[in-house]
C-alpha cells in the first residue's frame, strides 16, 4: 500500500472505519453548539408573560438547547423544546435547581451561572455568563454589585444624586410592592422632591442602562412619589420582578392593572449590553 494513499480510501478498506468517520462529525457537532446566557436569561423573564408562544428575538436557538438538556434529564415535555422559554420550560428549570440543592431565590426558575454551567456540561457550551454579583449594601440598604454598578452609571447620566427609599433582598419589607423586592436587582428610589423634568431625566438614565424603570405616582397606589426599577437579567429577581420586567418589554406600566408604559422611551437593553455599546 502506498504510503501516500489518502485517508478516504484507507477509511473504506478498514472494517468499522465507516462508522467511525460517521461519528467524528456527529461529536463535533455537538461540542459546538453554544447557549448565550444573557439570551436565555432575558427569555425566562419575557417569554411566561407573552399570550402566545413567540420567541424572544436571538434567543430561540440557545433557549431550545437548555429545553434540550431539561427534557434529556425527564423534567420537561418534548412538546415544549420549542425555543420559548414560557412557564413549562420555567418551572422546569426550577425543578433542575432544586435537584442540585437549590432553594429559594437559587430556584426561582430564572437561570444562574452555576445551574446553567451544570447542566450544559457534556451538550453545550456557554457565552456571555452573568452573574449578579457579590451581596453589598448602599446608603445602607441590601443591593448586589450588579445593581449598585447600574444605579452609579445612571446617576452620572442624569447629574442627579439618587436617594435609595427601598432595596433589594428585602421579602416583606413593604407590602405594597408585591414581593418585588424579595430578589436582586430592584430598588425604589425618593423622587419627591424632584421637578419633572429631573424625574424624567432620572428614569430615561435608568432605562439607558438596563433597569425597567417607572415613574410611580400617589395616584397609582397608596405610595409617595418614587421611581420603581428592577434590574434586567439580574438572576436573583424574585418571581414578580420577572414579570415586571417581561411586561416593560412588551411596553406596559408593570402594575396590577397592565396598564400602557407611560414612561420616557428608551431602547431597551441589558447592562451588559450597555456597557458593550458605550
Known amino acids: 500500500m502506498s504510503k501516500h494513499l489518502d485517508r478516504r480510501r484507507f477509511l473504506a478498506v478498514v472494517p468499522g472505519a465507516a462508522a467511525a468517520a460517521v461519528l467524528v462529525p456527529h461529536v463535533a457537532a455537538a461540542s459546538a453548539a453554544t447557549a448565550d446566557m444573557e439570551m436565555v436569561v432575558l427569555a425566562a423573564q419575557l417569554d411566561p408573560v407573552k399570550t402566545g408562544t413567540g420567541l424572544t428575538p436571538g434567543a430561540g436557538p440557545s433557549v431550545q438547547l437548555v429545553e434540550e438538556a431539561l427534557a434529556a434529564r425527564g423534567l420537561l415535555a418534548r412538546q415544549y423544546v420549542d425555543g420559548h ?3 413549562a420550560t420555567r418551572s422546569a428549570y426550577a425543578r433542575w435547581q432544586e435537584s442540585l ?9 430564572l437561570p444562574g451561572k452555576s445551574s ?14 452573568i452573574t449578579p454579583g457579590s451581596r ?5 440598604f441590601p443591593f448586589n454589585t450588579r445593581t449598585v454598578a447600574m444605579l452609579n452609571e445612571a446617576a ?29 436587582g430592584a430598588v425604589d428610589l425618593d423622587a419627591e422632591a424632584l421637578t419633572s423634568a429631573q ?3 432620572a428614569v430615561t438614565a435608568l432605562r439607558r442602562v438596563g433597569f425597567a424603570a417607572w415613574l410611580r405616582s400617589p395616584s397609582q397606589g397608596n405610595w409617595p412619589w418614587h421611581i420603581h426599577a428592577i434590574a434586567v437579567n439580574d438572576t436573583d ?8 420586567v417581561g411586561m416593560y418589554y ?14 420616557p422611551q428608551v431602547s431597551k437593553v441589558t447592562w451588559e449590553q450597555y456597557l458593550r455599546a458605550r
Open 156 to 184: 452620572t447620566l442624569s447629574r442627579l444624586s439618587f436617594v435609595v427609599e427601598q432595596g433589594s433582598y428585602s421579602p416583606g419589607n413593604d407590602p405594597t410592592s408585591a414581593g418585588t423586592h424579595d430578589g436582586g
Open 250 to 263: 412588551l411596553g406596559r406600566n408593570g402594575l396590577a392593572d397592565n396598564g400602557p408604559d407611560d414612561g
Open 101 to 109: 440543592g437549590y432553594s429559594g431565590l437559587a430556584a426561582n426558575g
Open 136 to 140: 453589598t449594601t448602599h446608603q445602607g
Open 116 to 129: 446553567l454551567s451544570t447542566l450544559a456540561q457534556g451538550r453545550f457550551s456557554l457565552t456571555r455568563l
Open 199 to 201: 424625574r424624567t431625566a
Open 85 to 87: 422559554f414560557g412557564t
Open 237 to 244: 429577581l424574585s418571581t414578580p420582578a420577572q414579570k415586571q
